[in-house]
C-alpha cells in the first residue's frame, strides 16, 4: 500500500500479526529476533519487486524454454548496525546471493545526530541495486548518513527496508534523499523527546540482542 511517494506500507495480514508480536513488551528475545527474521522475508519481498530479469535458455526433464533469471550485478544488502543486522539475516535468506555490507552508526543521545564508527560495504558498488536494512526509521538521521555514504559509491538503485517509520523520519528522508523508497511494515504516530517512536516497540537493538 502507497503511504506516500516515497513510502509503501507492506499490507499484509502476516505482517501485521507478527509486527503486533514484537510491539508486546513481554515477547522474548528469542521470540523478537525469530519474528524479525520472518517479517524481513515479507518486507524483502516487497523491496525485490523491481529487480530486472532477463531471459536465460534452460533444459527442464521435459523441454527447453527460455527462462526468467535476475539481470546483472549481485543485489548489495548494507545492515546499519546493530540492529539491522537482523533485517539482513531474513532478507538473505531471501536473496543467499547478495553481497552484504555493515554500517556502524550510533545516535549521539545530545543530537540524535548519527556518528560513524565502521564502514566496510562491497568494493563495486557502482551500478548495483543497493537495499539499506535498519529497522527503526525513527529521526531519519542514521538512514539520511548512511545513505550519504553510500551514494559517494554511486549505486545504481537504494531502496530502505525498516520495520516500522514515523512520519518525522519519513520527511527527513524524503528531504535528503526523495530518490529512496522506503519500505516498512507501519508507520506510526510519531517521535518521542528522545527520538523514539511511539507506540514502537521500544529499542529494537537491545529487544534483538538481550541488552536491555
Ligand atoms: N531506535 C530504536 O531502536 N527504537 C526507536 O523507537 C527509535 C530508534
Redesign the pocket.
Given at each position: 500500500m502507497k503511504y506516500s511517494d516515497n513510502c509503501t506500507v507492506v499490507d499484509h495480514p502476516l505482517v501485521k500479526h507478527k509486527l503486533t508480536q514484537m510491539r508486546r513488551k513481554d515477547t522474548s528475545t528469542a521470540e523478537f529476533r525469530a519474528l524479525l527474521q520472518e517479517i524481513s522475508l515479507l518486507l524483502g519481498y516487497e523491496a525485490t519487486r523491481d529487480l530486472k530479469l532477463t531471459d536465460e535458455p534452460i533444459e527442464t526433464p521435459l523441454a527447453k524454454m527460455d527462462a526468467p533469471v535476475l539481470e546483472g550485478k549481485k543485489l548489495v544488502l548494507v545492515a546499519i548496525l546493530r540492529?539491522g543486522q537482523g533485517i539482513l539475516d531474513g532478507m538473505l535468506q531471501l536473496v543467499p546471493s547478495a553481497r552484504v555490507g555493515h554500517i556502524g552508526l550510533y545516535?549521539d543521545p545530545k543530537t540524535l545526530m548519527a556518528v560513524e564508527y565502521y564502514y566496510k560495504v562491497p568494493n563495486q558498488l557502482a551500478d548495483r541495486d543497493v537495499i539499506v536494512c535498519d529497522?527503526?526509521l525513527?529521526?531519519g538521521n542514521s538512514a539520511v548518513a548512511a545513505l550519504n555514504r553510500i551514494k559517494r559509491s554511486k549505486p545504481g538503485s537504494l531502496r530502505f527496508v525498516c520495520l516500522?517509520a514515523c512520519p518525522e523520519g519519513l520527511a527527513n528522508l524524503r528531504e535528503h534523499h526523495p530518490d529512496v523508497h522506503v519500505i516498512t511494515a507501519a508507520v506510526d504516530e510519531k517521535?518521542d523527546e528522545h527520538?523514539?517512536?511511539?507506540p514502537?516497540?521500544?529499542?529494537?537493538?537491545?529487544?534483538l540482542f538481550g541488552t536491555r
Open positions: 540492529a545516535r529497522p527503526m525513527a529521526t516500522l517521535l527520538g523514539y517512536i511511539l514502537g516497540l521500544g529499542d529494537a537493538g537491545d529487544r
